[in-house]
């Protein structure tokens, strides 16, 4: 079947991307950024061999708007193919940034960041957006079926069985819900259709996500589907915007962002035990309001 909008237009990507971004209401991004992308153009990656170890290398960055004030002087960070990275840091540190050059929403002034020793500025656009799964807070969702919800994700939706599509939400948790509705997977979303909870939508975007490999994970409240982003995680790249415990206690390294540096990076035990370290004290804070979303809040607002 088809998904009823088109997959690549420029419009749906860039939401789907600024969502990815967790940038709602921050259409200006968008409007201020570079001009379009040569969607069509440049190469793709071998797909039996491609790996997704994922550089950041000697990155100097300074958005459009304030081309003065450099958000990254000499930013370099490495996330070897199949782990997890939990990126941390305070607000304004520079972590959202980290994800906006790998979507390409910006180029950085020099340096270059690579999938497999590739630059990024290389390859064909619309393929490597396909190569990215993002979850964001608040998920997109079109009006049409869960189903063709789901089959989005992937690089050809028509293509998508119906088996896989189970096969996805049942992985991210959602399999039950949906077979509660009376017309299941054929159940509509979105304004003529059911209301779904916040989490039951990042169920469905996290099914979606599961048919792309992911390299990038910007799920700022994963703590609603930890036990499905486990599993989504499992042998992919992953760079997650972690605010909770959970998620960084299971990644492989944590790296610590502070002003556009990374300023600590290793095992969530190995930076623990550096009680004066960034990372040290930023957990001090997330324990004693780990269960208060207000105050959490305070502390790591969502940007
Ligand atoms: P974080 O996600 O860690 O909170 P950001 O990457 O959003 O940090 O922001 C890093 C710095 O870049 C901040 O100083 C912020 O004010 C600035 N910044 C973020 N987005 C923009 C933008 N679109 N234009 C100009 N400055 C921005
Ligand atoms: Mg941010």
């Not at 189970?166 to 979303?189: C, H, M, R, W, Y």
Request: hydrophobic share 45%; proline share 4%.
């Amino acid at each position: 079947f088809w998904v009823g909008i088109s997959i690549g237009g420029l419009s749906s990507f860039y939401s789907e991307l600024m969502k990815g971004l967790g940038a709602g209401g921050r259409l200006w991004e968008l409007i201020d950024r570079k001009p379009e992308l040569p969607f069509n153009e440049g190469i793709m990656l071998n797909q039996d061999a491609f790996k997704g170890a994922l550089e950041f290398k000697n990155i100097q960055f300074a958005y459009p708007t304030r081309p003065e004030t450099l958000i990254f002087q000499d930013f370099t960070l490495s996330i070897p193919a199949g782990s997890v990275m939990a990126l941390v840091g305070p607000s304004g540190s520079g972590k959202s940034t980290v994800v906006s050059l790998l979507l390409r929403l910006y180029d950085p002034i020099s340096g270059v960041v690579t999938v497999d020793g590739v630059d990024i500025r290389q390859l064909n656009p619309l393929w490597f957006r396909t190569k990215i799964g993002t979850v964001s807070q608040e998920p997109i969702l079109f009006s049409c079926s869960i189903a063709e919800n789901i089959a989005y994700g992937a690089e050809n939706p028509s293509a998508v069985t119906m088996e896989e599509i189970e096969k996805v939400a049942e992985i991210a948790n959602a399999f039950s819900f949906i077979q509660n509705f009376p017309k299941g997977f054929d159940t509509l979303v979105g304004e003529k259709g059911v209301l779904l909870s916040g989490g039951q939508k990042q169920r469905i975007a996290i099914a979606r996500a599961l048919l792309k490999v992911s390299l990038a994970l910007d799920a700022e409240n994963e703590f609603l589907v930890q036990e499905a982003l486990d599993r989504l995680m499992e042998g992919r790249t992953v760079l997650i915007i972690a605010h909770r415990l959970s998620t960084i206690q299971n990644a492989n390294s944590v790296a610590v962002l502070d002003q556009g540096r990374i300023v600590e990076c290793g095992k969530h035990e190995t930076l623990l035990a550096n009680p004066n370290g960034l990372f040290s004290k930023l957990m001090k804070k997330q324990s004693f309001i780990q269960n208060t979303g207000d105050q959490f809040r305070e502390h790591f607002p969502y940007r």
